[in-house]
C-alpha cells in the first residue's frame, strides 16, 4: 500500500511501531538508525579516513590507526572503531531515508517490508556501488527499540512473543529473499544491556577517545530520550557488576569499563508528553476533564498538536479511565489506547493553550514517577528485579565516575531554547536553563509558533526536561555528586554533509567487532 498520510494511528500498530522507529523525525533529525549494516567479504579501503562513519569498507583484518575529525577536534581511533567507520554504513541510509520515511506510512504487516524495509535497503544503493560489492556480499540486522518493546504482552502491549518473533521473520525473509542480502538478526533490542550500552560506547569513543587512550578527555554519561524510552548510562566504580545492579562490562581495544545501563519505558519524550495530556481525562466526560492545555502556549491548539500515534493508559489515580489491571502486573493489557485522532481524546487539544509551568511540571512529576515504578520498569536486565524510583535513581547517578550530557530530546530541546551554541557540547546551568525557558515560554502567553507538533511542543518538553533533571532534591540538585554539564548532538555537518554521529547501531558494531 505505501501511502503516506496521517490519519488515526491506533491500528496496524506493527507497522506503526516500526515505522515510528525507522523513520520518525525528532526535532531536528533521526533519533537512530536500528537496521546496522556489516560486511560479510572485506575489500580495500579507499579514501576519506579523516571522515565519521565514512561510506567505504576497510579490510576487517587490517589493524590500522587514524584519525577522525569531528566539528575539528579530532582523535586517535585504532583497530574497532576504525573498522566500524569504514563499513557500508548506518549514516548515508540515515541521510537518504530522512525524506523517504519522514511521512507516516499506513498498511498492515504484510506492507512492513516493501514500505519500510526495501526503502532501507534500496537506499544504500550508491555507497554499495562505490564500494564495490552487491547484496550478497553484505549482511544486515535489525534492532527494533522502545515502541516494539510496548507491543510485548510483558510490556503492556497484545503480541505475544511468538507473534513478534514471525513478525520479525517475514522482515528477515523478505531482506534475504526479495532483495539478496544476507541476514543476521532481526529482533528488539534490550534497553538495558544493549541499547543504552551501545550508546554509551558510541558516545564515549566519538566525543571522547574513550577506547583510543585519550583519557585526559574521557567524559561522558549519556542521558538519552527517544519517543517511548529514556536511556540512563554511565560509567561506574562504586557499583558491582551484575544483572541486579544494571552494570555492564564494555571491553574494547583494550580498554575496559563497567558502564551503569538503565531504560525507562514510558519515559521517552513523545509518551511522556502524551501520558501528560491524558492526565486526570475521562473518557466519560471528556470535554469536562481535558487537562492537556496547561503545557502549551496559545499558540498551540487542536490544528498543529497531532501526535504521531495513540498511547495505551496504565492504572494510576490520575487516569481514571484505565482499566488496566491493579498495579500494572507485566502480561497485563494496558487499556483503553487513547487515540490521535477524532473527537474525545485528550491528544487532540479542544481549544488553544494556557500555559503554567508550575501545574505542568507538576503533572510530568506524578507521570514520570509512576512510570519509573511500573513493574516493566523494575531493575534487571530483564526487568524482573526489584522495584526502582525516581529516588534510587538519584542514588545510582551519584556513583557515576563522570559527568552527564544530554543526547537526543534533551538536546533538541536545549536547542528550542536557543542554548545550543554551535559548540561540539553546549554546556548550561539548570538556572541558565530556566531563565531561556521562561522567556521561550512565559506562563499565559502565546509561546513558540508553527504549524505543527514539532515547533510548539518545546513548552511540555522543556517543563519535562527540567523537572526531571533538577526538581527539588532530584538527579542534578540533591547533592548526590552528579553532574549534568549540558548537551551533545546526534548529527553534525561535516564538510558540508550531515553525517549522523551518535548512532547506537555503530556501539553495537564496536562491541561486536572489538575482540
Known sequence: MCQAGAGNQKGNAHLRRLDHHLGRQPPGGVKNLVAAIEVVEPHAAGDGIDRVMAADILDEHQDLAARVCVAGQ??????AGLLV??????????????????????????????????????????????????ASQVKVELFATAGM???????????????????????????Q???????????????????????????????????????????????????S??????PTTALAVGDSNKV??????????????????????????????????????????????????????????????????????????????????????????????????????????????????????????????????NYGTDSLGSQATYGSLITKVGSSSAPFVGLDGFYYTADSLGLVNGALKATFSASSFATALGATCPDGRPGPDGDNLRAVSVCPNAAY????????????????????????????RINGNKTAVLTWSRGYLMQKYAN
Not at 74 to 79: E, F, K, L, Q, V
Not at 90 to 98: C, G, K, N
Not at 120 to 125: A, E, I
Not at 350 to 374: A, H
Request: one cysteine or more.
Open 74 to 79: 579530532c582523535a586517535a581511533m585504532h583497530g
Open 85 to 134: 567507520d569504514r563499513f557500508v554504513v548506518a549514516h548515508r541510509l540515515e541521510q537518504a531515508i530522512q525524506g523517504r520515511l519522514r511521512d507516516r506510512r499506513r498498511g498492515g504487516q504484510a506492507d512492513v517490508g516493501p514500505c519500510v524495509i526495501q526503502p532501507l535497503l534500496d537506499s544504500m544503493g550508491g555507497a554499495m556501488t562505490a564500494a564495490g560489492v552487491n
Open 149 to 175: 518493546r510496548t507491543m510485548s504482552a510483558f510490556n503492556g502491549g497484545g503480541y505475544s512473543e511468538d507473534q513478534i518473533a514471525t513478525f520479525y521473520n517475514a522482515m528477515k525473509t523478505y531482506a
Open 177 to 227: 529473499t526479495t532483495k539478496g542480502f544476507v541476514v543476521g538478526e532481526f529482533r528488539t533490542s534490550n534497553g538495558n544491556k544493549e541499547e543504552g550500552v551501545w550508546t554509551w560506547i558510541n558516545l564515549n569513543d566519538q566525543y571522547y577517545n574513550a577506547f583510543g587512550g585519550n583519557a585526559a578527555y574521557y567524559s561522558g554519561s549519556p542521558t538519552t530520550v527517544g519517543g
Open 229 to 234: 524510552s529514556m536511556q540512563v548510562a554511565f
Open 248 to 377: 555492564y562490562t564494555v571491553s574494547i581495544n583494550g580498554y575496559t569499563y563497567n558502564v551503569f545501563s538503565k531504560t525507562y519505558l514510558g519515559l521517552g519524550g513523545d509518551d511522556a508528553r502524551k501520558f501528560m495530556r491524558a492526565y486526570n481525562f475521562n473518557n466519560s466526560t471528556p470535554s469536562a476533564t481535558y487537562t492537556g492545555l496547561d503545557c502549551f502556549g496559545s499558540n498551540a491548539n487542536s490544528s498543529n498538536t497531532a501526535e504521531n500515534s495513540g498511547v495505551a493508559l496504565f492504572n494510576a489515580a490520575f487516569f481514571p479511565s484505565a482499566t488496566t489491571a491493579s498495579g500494572n502486573p507485566t502480561g497485563s493489557l494496558w487499556e483503553p489506547t487513547l487515540s490521535n485522532a477524532g473527537g474525545g481524546t485528550p491528544l487532540v487539544m479542544t481549544s488553544s493553550g494556557f500555559y503554567n509551568l508550575i501545574s505542568c511540571s507538576s503533572k510530568f512529576d506524578n507521570v514520570t514517577k509512576n512510570i519509573i515504578e511500573l513493574p516493566r520498569n
Open 465 to 492: 526536561m527540567k523537572n526531571f533533571l533538577w526538581q527539588a532534591s532530584g538527579l542534578f540538585t540533591s547533592n548526590s555528586g552528579a553532574i549534568f554539564e549540558g548537551v551533545v548532538p546526534s548529527n553534525l
